[in-house]
């Protein structure tokens, strides 16, 4: 897969937020997916105005697909797992310090579009808070500025309009926008070719069945096949050429064994954002879920949806918008036989 072209620097004036701006809060805790979406905004803010220093909130779990990104001065972890019980509020009240650290920002940006955000947002004392007009739980008043967005528009769009009403300039072409992920090679030893499969979801009704992955995996014959991500149910049956690297990775080698992949099929799931974010060749399983609002933000990737295999630029919007159900083995065969073909 390949990386995204270089980032030209923006030819437009930023907006008055953010001309001034040496300190940038940016708020997008959750989820993966969700983070991966956001980065080509970030970075093309960063763009807009090349002297601010930008930190962003996220939960501490997803912080690795964070760190060493350059548009980023740092990287503030929100203990989201600590924030339970009777106690939350006092100790969200004593973590919220560190929004103000080491400076108080001059701009906080709320992407995340919750309650608990907009107060993050709050919290952090910046004079500027700019969030979307979808935001939710009552976000929206803690914000000195929402910007309009159409909330059935895909998620990178949405972030994308916020971007744009800060002064920053946005490429006509999805592949030109900078999703910066880092990539770390895994230990141990990769073939030299390979599918990358990753099957299970948190989610409810995203998951494969097990013969699914069975099937799969013997229809792509000698080509070997990594199974990733993390959870799902133990695999038996699986053919010679099926490597389980489920719990192996960091999200780095994750990264890095996408990009590196003949091709990536993937649940409807962040790891498939990721696969998306780092190039073309990658096709998005989908059951309920709607790939025209939540699918590949790749114009040449593809979708499986209710037995169809269809580029992303050619998805039927009320055929995307129907529930469907998974895959069945004989589906899974088909592919397989897509992901062998390179997409073409």
């Known amino acids: 897969m390949s990386a995204p072209a270089p980032l030209a620097r923006a030819k437009a004036e930023p907006a008055p937020e953010l001309a001034d701006a040496s300190e940038v809060l940016v708020i997008k805790p959750s989820s993966l997916g969700d983070i991966v979406h956001a980065l080509p905004a970030v970075a093309l803010i960063k763009a807009a105005r090349p002297a601010a220093r930008i930190r962003w909130v996220a939960n501490t779990e997803w912080v690795p697909?964070?760190?060493?990104?350059?548009?980023?001065?740092?990287?503030?972890?929100?203990?989201?797992?600590?924030?339970?019980?009777?106690?939350?509020?006092?100790?969200?009240?004593?973590?919220?310090?560190?929004?103000?650290?080491?400076?108080?920002?001059?701009?906080?940006?709320?992407?995340?579009?919750?309650?608990r955000s907009g107060l993050m947002a709050r919290r952090s004392r910046a004079p500027h808070i700019v969030g979307a007009s979808d935001a939710r739980e009552g976000a929206g008043r803690f914000y000195t500025r929402t910007v309009e967005v159409d909330p059935g528009a895909h998620a990178v769009e949405r972030y994308l309009a916020v971007a744009r009403a800060l002064g920053a300039v946005v490429p006509d072409d999805d592949a030109r926008l900078p999703f910066r992920l880092p990539q770390r090679r895994p230990e141990g030893g990769v073939p030299d070719r390979y599918l990358l499969l990753h099957p299970f979801s948190r989610g409810a009704g995203k998951s494969l069945a097990t013969p699914c992955v069975v099937r799969f995996c013997q229809a792509a014959g000698d080509v070997p096949v990594l199974i990733v991500g993390r959870g799902g149910p133990a695999l038996s049956g699986l053919p010679d050429n099926a490597e389980d690297w489920r719990g192996r990775t960091e999200l780095g080698e994750l990264a890095w064994l996408m990009a590196n992949a003949e091709y990536c099929v993937s649940v409807d799931s962040g790891p498939a954002h990721m696969a998306a974010a780092l190039g073309e060749t990658v096709l998005a399983i989908h059951s309920w879920s709607d790939p025209c609002k939540v699918g590949p933000y790749r114009a040449r990737a593809w979708v499986w949806k209710g037995g169809q295999i269809t580029r992303v630029d050619a998805l039927d919007p009320a055929l995307s918008a129907r529930e469907a159900a998974l895959p069945t083995e004989a589906e899974m065969e088909a592919i397989a036989a897509h992901a062998l073909d390179g997409g073409r």
Request: overall charge positive; proline content about 10%; cysteine-free.
């Open 65 to 115: 697909i964070l760190r060493g990104n350059t548009d980023l001065a740092s990287v503030v972890p929100f203990p989201r797992a600590t924030m339970r019980g009777f106690l939350t509020p006092f100790r969200f009240l004593s973590w919220s310090r560190v929004l103000r650290e080491p400076a108080q920002p001059d701009l906080a940006i709320d992407l995340q579009g919750l309650f």
